[in-house]
């Protein structure tokens, strides 16, 4: 199985920047994509971004597109999100996931982090 563990979160004021962290280790190269997902309190789990190990091809929410973005490390075992202009909007959880596809539904990733908390204050 894959294991994956997210680092980088914290308090950050509106308007500031965090680089989230996911350490993939265990991999047999049977997955081939990486995704952030984000869940806030009484909400459901959000799709943030996603990225392709081979051809590096990314894709993000719609409502995020331009703030956030998705990278993977030259070594390809650490995957970031770099998110910029923060609101207070998103503050929540934040999930790494891996799978066979990059998919904007939670149910189809198989494997998870056990999230990193950002809380972002006006």
């Known amino acids: 199985q894959v294991q994956l563990a997210e680092s980088g979160g914290g308090l950050v004021q509106a308007g500031g920047s965090l680089r989230l962290s996911c350490l993939a280790s265990?991999?047999?190269?049977?997955?081939?994509?990486m995704g952030w997902f984000r869940q806030a309190p009484g909400k459901e789990r959000e799709f943030v971004a996603a990225?392709?190990?081979?051809?590096?091809?990314?894709y993000s929410a719609d409502s995020m597109k331009g703030r956030f973005s998705i990278s993977i490390a030259n070594a390809k075992n650490i995957v970031y999100l770099q998110m910029n202009s923060l609101q207070p909007e998103d503050t929540a959880i934040y999930y790494c996931a891996a799978g066979l596809v990059a998919t904007m539904t939670h149910n189809e990733w198989p494997y998870w982090g056990q999230g990193t908390q950002v809380t972002v204050s006006s």
């Open positions: 990225i392709t190990w081979n051809e590096g091809k990314t």
């Open positions: 265990g991999r047999t190269g049977g997955t081939k994509a």
